[in-house]
Antibody, heavy 121, light 108 residues
Framework: EVQLLESGGGSVQPGGSLRLSCAAS????????MSWVRQAPGKGLEWVSG???????YYPDSVRGRFTISRDDSKNMLFLEMNSLRAEDTAVYYC???????????????WGQGTLVTVSS | EIVLTQSPGTLSLSPGERATLSCRAS???????LAWYQQKPGQAPRLLIY???IRATGIPDRFSGSGSGTDFTLTISRLEPEDFAVYHC?????????FGPGTKVDIK
């Protein structure tokens, strides 16, 4: 059974940093690209980063230069380092497994339950 | 960036009725790289459809997807009580990968 378990969320002041982790199990982690998707309270979904099996990373402009996605295939772990956090980064952050392959970012067939990040003074 | 627009914002229907949800893209979606997800309150999204029309594993055949280019549709042939939820479309053909704002299907 595929499981994705996020951790590391919490409250942080504007300008602060936070590191999210996602522990994966139930599939061959290195065979799939992975992403982070967030959802602000009462809002829609927003893709915020992706990493393929070769370690190539992908970001939207809204977080590029502030967020860094990484993976440790030896430990089946996905990470999101978030710096210079803003109030608009407040959201539930989901770890999501690619549904197709390791080669690029496609659709997401499994999601974790999410971890809440609150940016407020 | 491809902007996805979903309509209607809310769809009020009764169990047993047919639901038709629309997702329109601001430009053509490459190779029909369009997915649909269902999300219930307090839960993570669940993949329903990918590549515009392929049902994900374990998804009942009352869910179907169609469309290409800029216009896509999710149809639920006969609503079951567990189908009342928010539905999101998602294009993964062009980075940044984007989602629509969602359509809420609620009980009439």
């Amino acid at each position: 059974e595929v499981q994705l378990l996020e951790s590391g969320g919490g409250s942080v002041q504007p300008g602060g940093s936070l590191r999210l982790s996602c522990a994966a199990s139930g599939f061959t982690f290195s065979n799939y690209a992975m992403s982070w998707v967030r959802q602000a309270p009462g809002k829609g979904l927003e893709w915020v980063s992706g990493i393929d099996g070769s370690g190539h990373t992908y970001y939207p402009d809204s977080v590029r230069g502030r967020f860094t996605i990484s993976r440790d295939d030896s430990k089946n772990m996905l990470f999101l380092e978030m710096n210079s956090l803003r109030a608009e980064d407040t959201a539930v952050y989901y770890c999501a497994k690619d549904g197709f392959s390791a080669s690029s970012i496609y659709f997401f067939d499994y999601w974790g339950q999410g971890t809440l990040v609150t940016v407020s003074s | 960036e491809i902007v996805l627009t979903q309509s209607p914002g809310t769809l009020s229907l009764s169990p047993g009725e047919r639901a038709t949800l629309s997702c329109r893209a601001s430009q053509s979606v490459d190779t029909s790289y369009l997915a649909w997800y269902q999300q219930k309150p307090g839960q993570a999204p669940r993949l329903l459809i990918y590549a515009a029309s392929i049902r994900a594993t374990g998804i009942p055949d009352r869910f179907s997807g169609s469309g290409s280019g800029t216009d896509f549709t999710l149809t639920i042939s006969r609503l079951e009580p567990e189908d009342f939820a928010v539905y999101h479309c998602h294009q993964y053909g062009d980075s940044p990968f984007t989602f629509g704002p969602g359509t809420k299907v609620d009980i009439k």
